[in-house]
């Protein structure tokens, strides 16, 4: 297909997207984010996609998940608010202001029932991982009120557009463009070279930041919280995805100098921690 012109993503966009804090600031300036995920066996995902939203400055963090996972969650990080789902998670979604749904999902019937009443919701949610794979097994599409944001590698990418990760791979801007109309969603598509496109931009980004470090298990969890944590802090969609896409890049850089071959997903916190203050660099 026709490939666009596309941006770069840099250092500059971040510094626009991040400005220093008001000396004034409280919590809820900030935003609550609520992660949806942490099946059984699954616990740590949703802990690094919270603690990301946490390193990335959300005001406040909720996990909601399988009550086998909840000791595990809570006992990880004391700032999380930790909720077991049992039956409706309607109340805890009209407190957020952003909900990521997917990290240590599972496919179960419980997060098929978790998958179809935060697809019913109007507001703003970063579908990642099994959200993903369950959107697609489901087929749900998005309702006129919300916004959604898509973070697939190609992998979840293929399943939902009904195709191989090798069909991804072969075009990937003809990819993200597909599901990007087909949602009426603002996504990106991961991998080293890692593009973002938004419904509502007639351009797209590429990211040629990154590391080998990233490839190993929870660096798209971690992702998806740099994604919220933005989002809940009122960036426009397109600049929380673009700048979020370089934090994480970045960080697994930043990360990597320690020893590429064993960096671990928790290790991009504290960079995040430091990237996401441009005024401090
Ligand atoms: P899952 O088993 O579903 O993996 P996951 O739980 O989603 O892992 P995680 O959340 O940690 O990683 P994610 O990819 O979300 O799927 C793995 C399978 O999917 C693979 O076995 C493969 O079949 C397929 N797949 C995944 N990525 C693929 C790719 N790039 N090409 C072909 N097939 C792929 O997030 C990883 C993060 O790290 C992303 O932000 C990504 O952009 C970044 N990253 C990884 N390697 C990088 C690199 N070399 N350079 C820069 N960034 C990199
Ligand atoms: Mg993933």
Same mark, same amino acid.
């Given at each position: 297909? &026709?490939?666009?012109?596309?941006?770069?993503?840099?250092?500059?966009?971040?510094?626009?997207?991040?400005?220093?804090?008001?000396?004034?600031?409280?919590?809820?300036?900030?935003?609550?984010?609520?992660?949806?995920?942490?099946?059984?066996?699954?616990?740590?995902?949703?802990?690094?996609?919270?603690?990301?939203?946490?390193?990335?400055?959300?005001?406040?963090?909720?996990?909601?998940?399988?009550?086998?996972? &909840?000791?595990?969650?809570?006992?990880? &990080?004391?700032?999380?608010?930790?909720?077991?789902?049992?039956?409706?998670?309607?109340?805890?979604?009209?407190?957020?202001?952003?909900?990521?749904?997917?990290?240590?999902?599972?496919?179960?019937?419980?997060?098929?029932?978790?998958?179809?009443?935060?697809?019913?919701?109007?507001?703003?949610?970063?579908?990642?991982?099994?959200?993903?794979?369950? !959107?697609?097994?489901?087929?749900?599409?998005?309702?006129?009120?919300?916004?959604?944001?898509?973070?697939? #590698?190609?992998?979840?990418?293929?399943?939902?557009?009904?195709?191989?990760?090798?069909?991804?791979?072969?075009?990937?801007?003809?990819?993200?463009?597909?599901?990007?109309?087909?949602?009426?969603? #603002?996504?990106? !598509?991961?991998?080293?070279?890692?593009?973002?496109?938004?419904?509502?931009?007639?351009?797209?980004?590429?990211?040629?930041?990154?590391?080998?470090?990233?490839?190993?298990?929870?660096?798209?969890?971690?992702?998806?919280?740099?994604?919220?944590?933005?989002?809940? &802090?009122?960036?426009?969609?397109?600049?929380?995805?673009?700048?979020?896409?370089?934090?994480?890049?970045?960080?697994?850089?930043?990360?990597?100098?320690?020893?590429?071959?064993?960096?671990?997903?928790?290790?991009?916190?504290?960079?995040?921690?430091?990237?996401?203050?441009?005024?401090?660099?």
């Amino acid at each position: 297909s &026709q490939q666009p012109v596309l941006e770069v993503i840099d250092a500059s966009t971040v510094v626009h997207s991040l400005p220093a804090r008001a000396k004034t600031a409280h919590k809820g300036d900030f935003g609550h984010v609520v992660v949806i995920g942490g099946g059984p066996g699954m616990s740590g995902a949703a802990i690094l996609a919270g603690q990301a939203v946490l390193r990335c400055g959300a005001g406040k963090v909720s996990i909601a998940c399988h009550p086998t996972s &909840q000791l595990a969650i809570a006992a990880a &990080q004391p700032e999380f608010m930790v909720h077991a789902v049992t039956d409706s998670v309607s109340l805890l979604l009209s407190k957020a202001d952003v909900v990521v749904i997917g990290p240590g999902l599972g496919q179960s019937e419980w997060a098929q029932q978790l998958v179809i009443a935060v697809a019913d919701w109007d507001g703003t949610v970063v579908w990642d991982a099994d959200g993903l794979n369950l !959107l697609a097994a489901l087929a749900l599409l998005k309702p006129a009120n919300s916004e959604w944001v898509m973070t697939p #590698h190609p992998g979840e990418a293929g399943r939902l557009l009904g195709t191989s990760t090798a069909a991804v791979e072969q075009d990937r801007w003809h990819a993200l463009t597909q599901i990007c109309q087909n949602f009426q969603a #603002h996504a990106l !598509l991961k991998g080293a070279g890692t593009l973002v496109q938004s419904v509502t931009h007639p351009t797209g980004w590429v990211c040629r930041r990154g590391s080998p470090a990233l490839a190993t298990g929870g660096s798209g969890d971690v992702l998806s919280g740099v994604v919220a944590a933005l989002l809940a &802090q009122r960036l426009p969609i397109p600049d929380a995805l673009v700048t979020a896409v370089w934090l994480h890049a970045v960080a697994g850089e930043l990360a990597s100098c320690d020893g590429e071959r064993g960096t671990i997903a928790s290790d991009l916190l504290l960079p995040l921690r430091q990237l996401s203050n441009p005024a401090q660099w």
